[in-house]
């Protein structure tokens, strides 16, 4: 059984970091890519970041290039978002996903949250002004 678990998250003050985690299980993910996307009160859900497991290729939210980098560490089956520089607009639950990686898959295509297959529970993010 596939298990994303998201850890992390907590209340930063603006400008400050932080730091998430996902540690995926059940399956190889070799062939997938990982996903983070974030979820505010009344609003959709938003890509964030996504990266390729075998090739660590990754893909950015405009909103959050220069701020946000995401990783992966094969061994430990772990994909972490580093947050700097951060914002109360960056303030949501955030989730980490993954979907099978395609021959010519796109960043729109890893940008787009009904492609994705298994989902966290996500973790919390607040940005204090």
């Known amino acids: 059984q596939v298990q994303l678990v998201e850890s992390g998250g907590g209340l930063v003050q603006a400008g400050g970091s932080l730091r998430l985690s996902c540690a995926a299980s059940?399956?190889?993910?070799?062939?997938?890519?990982m996903g983070w996307f974030r979820q505010a009160p009344g609003k959709e859900r938003e890509f964030v970041a996504a990266?390729?497991?075998?090739?660590?290729?990754?893909y950015y939210a405009d909103s959050v290039k220069g701020r946000f980098t995401i990783s992966r560490d094969n061994a430990k089956n772990t994909v972490y978002l580093q947050m700097n520089s951060l914002k109360p607009e960056d303030t949501a639950g955030y989730y980490c996903?993954?979907?099978?990686?395609?021959?010519?898959?796109?960043?729109?295509?890893?940008?787009?949250?009904?492609?994705?297959?298994?989902w966290g529970q996500g973790t919390q993010v607040t940005v204090s002004s």
């Open positions: 059940g399956r190889t993910f070799s062939s997938y890519f």
């Open positions: 990266i390729s497991w075998s090739s660590g290729s990754t």
């Open positions: 996903a993954a979907v099978r990686k395609l021959l010519y898959g796109s960043g729109s295509y890893y940008a787009s949250a009904p492609n994705y297959d298994y």
